[in-house]
């Protein structure tokens, strides 16, 4: 059994922990959008899943075994297995179904509470985390913002959607994105990013598998378009993991979580532009609950530095 990878980290510079920052952000908001833009041209979303992490995991096992040529480590499979099922199979899936019912723009401006429903998963995993008044104040604060959406009935569509459909199965991916965060930061740190993001991969696309075989769906013939789009989305779904994970590893999740600031800001402004999706009061109030949240909760943190 292999050994765990346990080499000392630099710290990066600044230039390259923004320009991380940024390129995690745009990759995550923009895999939103082109899965949407997938979705509303008909392709079926079991299929686009499943060949999404079929792909990433035969690139990335690709990778391994030209250039890491390592020897099976079962302690890492077993940590990173786990984590992929929350990080990879439960975000992917609850977040590919909630974009038939709610806006792409909606999706991301909810994945941008997750830094805040962290904190609660940390309470409950980690006994010895300590939850401050601030941080509960925080944690309620971002669920108003999201449960004002449900208030609304705000989808981001135009007369179309469903709100709960779609805001529960997003708010399932949200709390899927905080558990393994919790997971990324205890297990992830001990391993390269390639061979940790490697072996979350297999179990992952054996769930897949089994859906996709399960539910009946063919493999689909996708246009020249649609097929440049799934690489695309390949490649933003690689880069956001690995530029993640390697930020992860070298700075503080604190820093990390401001990620979440610029998501939505991308999302929104992708999907109106590219999309026809709406953008109106609810959406801006709903915004301002969760941002507030983030201000709060990171606040905290600086000052406890």
């Known amino acids: 059994m292999g050994k765990p990878e346990t080499n000392a980290l630099e710290k990066p510079s600044i230039f390259k922990t923004v320009i991380c920052l940024f390129g995690a952000a745009f990759f995550w908001a923009s895999s939103n959008v082109i899965s949407r833009s997938l979705l509303i041209e008909g392709v079926n979303e079991i299929f686009l899943v499943t060949a999404r992490v079929s792909i990433i995991g035969s690139l990335l096992f690709t990778y391994y075994l030209i250039f890491d040529k390592g020897k099976i480590n079962k302690t890492q499979l077993k940590e990173a297995s786990f984590t992929g099922v929350f990080s990879i199979f439960l975000v992917g899936w609850s977040f590919i179904f909630s974009l038939q019912y709610i ?8 994945i941008s509470s997750a830094p805040v429903f962290t904190v609660m998963w940390l309470k409950i995993l980690l006994k010895e985390e300590k939850i401050s008044t601030t941080k509960y104040i925080a944690i309620a604060t971002g669920f108003s913002g999201i449960a004002y959406l449900f208030i609304s009935r705000e989808t981001g569509l135009l007369d179309q959607g469903n709100i709960f459909l779609g805001g529960s199965l997003a708010f ?27 072996y979350q991969y297999p ?23 649609q097929k440049f ?29 401001t990620v979440d600031y610029l998501v939505p800001i991308i999302g929104v402004t992708a999907g109106v532009v590219f999309l026809n999706e709406v953008f109106n009061r609810n959406i801006i109030i709903s915004g301002i609950f969760i ?3 983030l201000v709060i909760s990171t606040k905290e943190e600086f000052s406890s530095r």
């Open 291 to 293: 941002f507030i949240s």
């Open 103 to 110: 806006s792409s723009g909606l999706v991301t401006l909810m």
């Open 203 to 225: 179990l992952v696309v054996a769930l897949s598998w089994t859906v996709f075989f399960v539910s009946g769906v063919g493999i689909e013939a996708l246009d020249t378009s």
């Open 229 to 257: 789009r799934l690489a695309i989305l390949v490649i933003f779904n690689l880069g956001a993991f690995m530029t993640f994970t390697w930020l992860i590893q070298r700075v503080s999740a604190l820093l990390v979580a």
């Open 172 to 198: 399932i991916g949200v709390q899927g994105i905080a558990f393994a965060t919790v997971l990324n930061r205890k297990y992830a740190p001990k391993y390269k990013v390639t061979s940790w993001l490697t």
